[in-house]
């Protein structure tokens, strides 16, 4: 459709998928105060329980999914309300700048100004500074882990409490692991919808994409330097059962690397930080689902973790595919893993 579209000029396929992803605007909340503010000069929605709490509550900072080219305030307005209401949070979900017209690092930087500000201003909001917990779903999920990576080096504020994961891109290196092949041309993300979204944050087009799906962008002696994280070999062989057929990977091409080569910055890519960095990460909560062509960024990260010592809860969907949260009530229907998925965030918050 967006595509049928495009061709006829009447508009580009993005801005047909943002038409449809747009979300409806809900009424009043019974039990939550809903107010639409600006921190740091970024568009936040804030969500707080109207129950009265015996002390300070946990603050919840969220970062919607989209591929960094989609999604809004109001397209995850019911997922917002049910984490608010179901863990007694207080919840700011993030507007942050979207590609291609803001590329790289506009969505991090908005992100990690929202959660700075929030840090500073906990009591405004009768939230617990040492309580604040950094989540977001697949883009989303990129950029928590993203702010979490900053923030751990951060001695002037208070450390995070714990970063959610909810199914997340956190790299660019290799689109030829194990769960890109199995789950290629499964909805919600398909493979080559995987790097033009990378490619639209990174750059603003998505020139190249074909070089980047075959591998040729990265030098060999980083694919060298970056093996020992981005691996099939750390992927639990269980994941490998479903057809998987190892690539050759193609020549490396200098021009495709120096378009793309901030994809070994971890800002933008989070599983190539170093273990100094990942060493000092909060408790974590990753979300997994089998269907899903990231499904192995969330396993290699898991384990990164937890060989660096980071306490890691994790959560696998084994019949979830991406996106299935964002489904949550979504045009009155809903999938029972989704609701599964988003009930196992609500216990670890309770947890904490």
Known sequence: QGRILEKTGLCSQITFGRYVRQGRKLGE????????????????????????????RRGII?????????????TYEKVCRYLSRESESVVVSVQYRLAPEHKYPAAYEDCLNV?????RNTEHYGVDPANVIVCGDSAGGNLAAAVSQTLAERSDLPKLRAQILIYPGLQALDFNLPSYHQNREVPLLFRERAAFFALQYLNGHALHMQEVLEGSHIPPDMRLKYRKWVSPDNIPEKFKVRGVKPLRPTDFIAEVYETVKRFCEPNLCPLLAE????????????????????????????????????????????DGFHGIISLYDYCGFSFPSGKRGLDSVVNFLKSL
């Open 115 to 119: 959660t700075i500000h929030f840090m």
């Open 275 to 318: 273990d100094a960095i990942v060493h000092q990460l909060p408790e974590s909560f990753i979300l997994t689902c089998e269907y899903d062509v990231l499904r192995d960024d969330g396993l290699l990260y898991k384990k990164r973790l937890e060989d660096n010592g980071v306490r890691v809860t994790w959560y696998h969907l084994e």
């Open 29 to 56: 909340d019974p039990k939550l105060f809903i107010q639409d503010l600006q921190f740091n000069k970024v568009p936040v929605r804030v969500y707080q329980p109207k129950a009265t709490s015996d002390g300070r």
């Open 62 to 74: 969220f970062f919607h999914g989209g591929g960094w080219v989609f999604g809004s305030l109001d």
